[in-house]
C-alpha cells in the first residue's frame, strides 16, 4: 500500500495527518467477506480417505455401498491426489490410514479387525 493510500484511511478512522500530504482521489472499494475460506486439497483428501475407509469396513460389515458411490468417490480422491501432489499425498493416505486404525481398531484398506494395515498398503 503506498504511503498516500495509507493516510487516507488514517483520516477516515479520524487519526490526523501531516498538512503536507498531499490528496489522493481512489476508487473506494468495498470488501465485503466471503465466509469461510475453501478447504485446502489436504484437508478434502483426509475426509475423502475417511470416507473410504468406512465405506470399506462396511462393507465387510455386510453393509454393500453402491457401485456409484464408490465410483464417484474414487474419482474425487484420484483428483485430490493430483491437487494435493504426488509427494505430500502418499504420506497423507498412510498417516489417515494409520489414523483409522488407531480409532476404529480397523483396517482402512481391507476392513478387518485388529491388524496394522499391512494387508494392502
Keep these: 500500500m503506498n504511503r498516500q493510500v495509507y493516510y487516507q484511511i488514517l483520516k477516515r478512522l479520524g487519526v490526523e495527518v501531516p498538512a503536507d500530504v498531499p490528496a ?6 468495498v470488501v465485503e467477506p466471503t465466509g469461510i475460506s475453501p ?4 484437508h478434502c483428501l483426509r475426509v475423502a480417505l475417511r470416507r473410504w475407509f468406512r465405506l470399506t469396513v462396511a462393507e465387510v460389515d455386510g453393509r454393500r455401498p453402491g457401485a456409484e458411490e464408490v465410483e464417484s468417490l474414487r474419482q474425487e480422491i484420484l483428483k485430490l491426489e493430483d ?11 498412510r498417516e489417515e490410514a494409520r489414523r483409522f486404525q488407531r480409532e476404529t481398531a480397523r483396517c482402512g484398506w481391507c476392513g478387518n479387525l485388529g491388524h496394522d494395515g499391512g ?3
Design 39 to 42: 478447504p485446502i486439497p489436504v
Design 24 to 29: 489522493v482521489e481512489t476508487e473506494e472499494v
Design 83 to 93: 491437487e494435493t501432489g504426488p509427494a505430500y499425498a502418499g504420506p497423507v493416505l
Design 119 to 121: 494387508c494392502e498398503r
